[in-house]
């Protein structure tokens, strides 16, 4: 009877190739995320850049120049803090205060909203495709993981 029980006990084998097919799409998913992240860092670069050089353009003192880039600053510090561990919500966080920040910034100026419309739009397509190779890496993940693989971002 125990040879009966150990042999119920042991895991079923993987599929060797369906591991592999796994874990190439886990790699592909993972380009789309790293280029979310690229686009964090890309959005923090400018957003430093454009408050300075609007300060110098406009006429807002620089307290209030400072407490937006303090604002700004403080949210997406805290998406790439967290982007190792929850990507998807690291990816979230980066998009709604970029579309915050567009929105705010085109009601001082609406005609901010239609400049650098190529660059707001590839900014767009990298978090959104960040954000939904996200969310299939972590379901295909979760697979990988029952399976007794690994893989990491």
């Not at 964090?40 to 454009?50: A, M, N």
């Not at 620089?62 to 997406?76: A, Q």
């Not at 901010?112 to 959104?128: C, D, E, R, S």
Request: charged residues 20%; proline residues 3%; hydrophobic residues 50%.
């Amino acid at each position: 009877m125990e040879i009966l029980d150990q042999e119920y006990k042991k895991k079923p084998e993987n599929d060797p190739i369906e591991v592999a097919s796994l874990k190439q799409e886990l790699s592909d998913y993972k380009k789309h995320i790293l280029n979310g992240k690229t686009a964090l860092y890309v959005l923090i670069f400018l957003t430093v850049i454009g408050g300075i050089v609007g300060y110098f353009i406009s006429n807002m003192e620089l307290i209030y120049v400072v407490i937006e880039l303090v604002v700004y600053f403080i949210f997406y510090a805290i998406a790439l803090n967290i982007f190792d561990e929850k990507p998807k919500t690291a990816l979230i966080i980066t998009l709604s205060i970029y579309v915050f920040q567009v929105i705010v910034n085109s009601l001082s100026d609406p005609t901010l909203l239609f400049k650098g419309f190529i660059f707001k739009i590839a900014f767009l397509y990298f978090l959104v495709k960040g954000i939904d190779a996200a969310n299939k890496f972590e379901t295909l993940k979760k697979k990988l993981e029952r399976m007794g693989e690994t893989f990491h971002l």
